[in-house]
């Protein structure tokens, strides 16, 4: 995702149609919100960044928080569906495994830090804050635990706790890597992680008792 690009002093951006101009306000929101965190941002910081002025934001945003949960589902939505995708992509568990662990590693990397509003909010405290982030989770974990209780047999509960180890070994390891990313490339660090977590949840049995191979 590349970041906006500011408009220069004084220049407004020419007219846009609606869907558009959310875009633009979303993207110079981000910005904003990720150099600034969400109580430091004010709504002229936003509006200079996308080059409109307070009147265009506010007619499509009616202040500061609507922006930022705005931002907020966007990307815990666009997290949900790459782990999704990791484990409909194939029916190859291996694969399924680097596939959730690479899906943490690409977020987390993308361009204009879009994570720090998922994982690292200042606003991390209001209900709605939680409450999106915390579905989001939800939604990955249970992608990743309907395969584990369909291949294991596991209980729900049991599918579940596996599931959450899994996306959580991902994210931590993503968000420890990033800032060493130039001793250790990307790909190293996924094939590393998703070799971890293969060796253990591939020890549980399959539903035709067999056993993968790790």
Known sequence: MQPS???PTGQRTSRLPRGARRVQLLRAAQDVFVAQGFHAAAMDDI???AGVSK???????PGKRDLYLALLEEHVSELADRVAEAMEGTADNRARVDGAVGAYF???DAEGEAFRLVFESDLRNDADVRAIVDRGT????EAIAEVIAADTGADPERALLLASGLTGLAETSARWWLPRKGTVSREEAVSLMSALAWRGIS???????EHPTA
């Open 5 to 7: 690009q500011p408009a």
């Open 47 to 49: 509006a200079d960044r």
């Open 55 to 61: 009147p265009v934001l506010y007619q499509h945003f």
């Open 106 to 108: 690409t977020f987390i």
């Open 138 to 141: 939800q939604a990955c974990v």
């Open 203 to 209: 020890g549980f049995p399959l539903v035709d008792g």
